[in-house]
């Protein structure tokens, strides 16, 4: 079985990482760091000069002490160092649910030490109970952290090794089996960050369960479990009717929603599954029953909102969709738990030799990473996560399918715009008119008079202040000069085409009261004679603006390739230029002109996230032999940097044997002409496919 090669992180001082991650023990929020490997190794020829190196990993059987003692025996014949051996390893692996870090403290030659040390540094006994949740962390991890085949994962934390941690069923029969022992646990490793509150159906471990199910194929597996876990809790039968419907049990799925809504009519997990449901089978008018009354169910979560305004976006319902958008509850993006650790003297990088490969091998990064165009490195949206990620795509198919100047219209139509504001100040309004709250009206489906209520958090990160001080003076992606005579240039033509979006005016500004401390009281009382209208929400005006820019951007490229094209010349950008264009270019819903900048990537270098990109296309329109193409080089790169492992590209791989089975998907692989290793990597992700008795496997 190939394994990737191990990193070195070589340390200033011994045990300072070691130390770090004693100091970051009390601020862990959730599932923990991946599990970190600390080696000190003494020189050979001289015997008292010694040295500290380290790795992260994920996916290490964490069940026993044992196990993880034999992961560092095992790492210490596999060093490329023949100058030094090693004398002692310690592994570091942490229990989310005791918020203990376990350790396993090996000496060569000599003995084996187990015990776990809590937020205060104190060390503690190593129970079996705590081994059972460590290994069941260790699971969970494996997935949050696992990279999507994009590269981005990989590039956040170095020097990672990343293994499947469940590679058999009886590994998969010891999993369930914990999850089942530590299920009702489960909201103490908290929750996606859409999620404001966990609870048993949206947290850490139920995130983890449905990924593996959904990965490997194994529905059957998951019905057992949430089917015995549903007698003991009812509010188990959302997760269970999400893989009896994945599993194609769509009949048994809607039998068991019926009946389970009939139990907990105000489970908001149960009606988006529904509604999620309705959706899917193009009954968008009963979807909008069941998100309406998730949101009376949960109004203080992002996931029922969002839902109904993808419902009121499927129905056409613009302006309905903006109120409900407006109306989201939105969360400060949480980042996981990534280890902090002590800047190293150097970093070793050691190639696998299995996963060398000519055109996947990207060049010093110096030479391409300055050719950036500045305006491309300020597009604000490329850096959204979470719920204002959720909240931009809405907005984005909104403008994919309306366009941008019938948006601003609806948007002046649902908000007040802060010239009408400004103007009614002045002339003063009508002291006696009503104030409804705009959340219910986009419940009702009717608009009606007043204000939004909602008070939410203007800042996204804390970056999004900014974005309206940059439009005005970014520099465009042309480098031609007008004159007089000459006609005009792209970022010209895109200003005339795209209109900029007039300011509204946000609940914050009005709330203050900086006209005057004594007017705040007052305020909403002179806003009331705008009928049918809103205050919107200062996240919305920056996404409005964000919006506003990508559009700009987008438009300035398209009228720069399409002048290339009438005059018969090239139109060159450097790799990471286009990989930024294809990205921009998804953002907005324009699929075609993704592909086609991921493509021109590609001519330029080898790209994961541009390949992955092209995977997804091949994968709509069902082109087998090209995905293999892009899955085989995908699958090395991920090698090549220390992942053995990646959730996404093997659930594509299974998706692909389902399909052509297992016999035409290894034939196509072994029929490429690249180097044996290299196909045989991409064997044993069809062998993952094939141990677990995946569709189409059989033969």
Not at 138 to 157: C, F, H, M, N, Q
Request: hydrophobic share 35%.
């Amino acid at each position: 079985m190939i394994t990737p090669a191990v990193p070195e992180i070589v340390e200033e001082e011994i045990e300072s990482a070691i130390d770090s991650r004693n100091e970051a023990l009390p601020t862990l929020r959730e599932l923990g760091p991946p599990d970190l490997v600390h080696l000190v190794k003494q020189s050979i020829k001289s015997g008292n000069k010694q040295s500290g190196v380290y790795h992260h990993v994920t996916g290490v059987d964490a069940s026993s002490s044992a196990s993880l003692a034999a992961y560092v025996n095992t790492i210490t014949y596999n060093l490329n160092d023949k100058t030094s051996k090693v004398i002692s390893g310690l592994y570091c692996c942490y229990n989310a649910f005791s918020r203990l870090d376990m350790r396993v403290d090996v000496k060569i030659p000599g003995g084996v030490e187990s015990y776990c040390i809590d937020e205060r540094g104190d060390k503690r006994v190593a129970s079996d109970a705590l081994w059972i949740e460590t290994f069941l962390c260790g699971v969970l991890r494996a997935y949050a952290y696992a990279d999507d085949g994009s590269g981005e994962s990989i590039k956040k934390i170095i020097g990672v090794r990343r293994f499947d941690p469940i590679t058999s069923t009886e590994m998969e029969h010891r999993f369930l089996d914990a999850a089942e022992r530590l299920f009702f646990k489960g909201p103490q490793l908290g929750s996606e960050p859409e999620v404001q509150v966990p609870n048993n159906a949206s947290n850490h471990l139920t995130t983890g369960l449905l990924s593996y199910i959904h990965t490997t194929g194994r529905y059957t597996s998951g019905i057992n479990l949430f089917e015995k876990l549903r007698t003991r809790d009812p509010e188990v039968s959302s997760l269970l009717a999400r893989v009896m419907i994945s599993g194609d049990e769509e009949v048994q799925a809607v039998k068991l929603l019926h009946d389970a809504i009939a139990k907990l009519p105000m489970d908001y997990s149960l009606l988006d599954c529904q509604a999620t449901f309705c959706q899917s089978k193009g009954r968008l008018d009963w979807a909008l029953e069941c998100a309406k009354r998730g949101v009376t169910a949960a109004p203080s979560e992002f996931s029922t909102w969002a839902k109904l305004a993808e419902v009121y976006v499927g129905l056409e319902d613009w302006d309905l969709a903006l109120l409900t958008l407006n109306s989201c509850p939105m969360f400060t993006y949480q980042e996981k738990d990534l280890p902090r650790m002590p800047e190293p003297a150097k970093i070793l990088l050691p190639v696998l030799p299995e996963s060398m490969l000519d055109e996947i091998d990207e060049p010093n990064q110096a030479q391409y990473g300055e050719q950036v165009h500045a305006s491309l490195r300020k597009l604000h949206a490329a850096g959204y996560k979470g719920t204002f990620l959720k909240a931009y795509s809405i907005l984005t198919e909104i403008t994919a399918k309306i366009g941008w100047d019938q948006l601003l219209r609806i948007r002046s139509q649902v908000f007040v715009m802060e010239e009408e504001y400004r103007s009614e100040k002045q002339t003063g309004s009508n002291p006696n008119a009503s104030n409804p709250n705009a959340s219910t009206t986009a419940i009702r489906g009717t608009p009606s008079p007043g204000v939004n209520s909602a008070e939410l958090d203007g800042h996204v990160n804390g970056e999004q202040d900014a974005a309206d001080d940059d439009l005005d003076n970014e520099e465009t992606l042309s480098d031609k000069q007008t004159s007089p005579t000459s006609p005009p240039d792209s970022a010209t033509i895109a200003e005339s085409s795209i209109e900029k979006p007039e300011q509204t005016i946000t609940t914050e500004a009005v709330k203050s009261g900086n006209d005057d401390p004594n007017d705040a009281s007052d305020a909403n009382t002179k806003y009331t004679q705008f009928h049918n209208k809103r205050l919107c929400e200062r996240w919305l005006d920056n996404l409005f603006m964000v919006l506003y820019e990508d559009l700009r951007i987008y438009t300035i490229w398209r009228t720069d390739m399409a002048r290339a094209q009438s005059e018969s010349s090239d139109y060159r950008k450097s790799a990471e230029e286009w990989e930024i264009l294809g990205e921009l270019a998804e953002r907005l819903h324009h699929f075609p002109e993704a592909v086609e900048a991921y493509q021109a990537c590609l001519r330029v270098r080898f790209s994961p996230k541009a390949m992955k990109g092209v995977l997804k296309n091949y994968e709509n329109q069902g082109r087998s032999g090209e995905m293999l193409q892009a899955m085989i080089r995908l699958i090395t790169w991920q090698y090549r940097w220390y992942s053995e492992f990646s959730p996404a590209l093997l659930r594509t791989i299974r998706k692909l044997i389902e399909t052509e089975g297992a016999v035409k998907v290894r034939s196509i692989v072994q029929a490429t002409s690249l180097p044996q290793p290299v196909l045989d990597l991409t064997h044993r992700y069809v062998e993952l496919c094939v141990a677990f008795r995946s569709s189409g496997s059989e033969a």
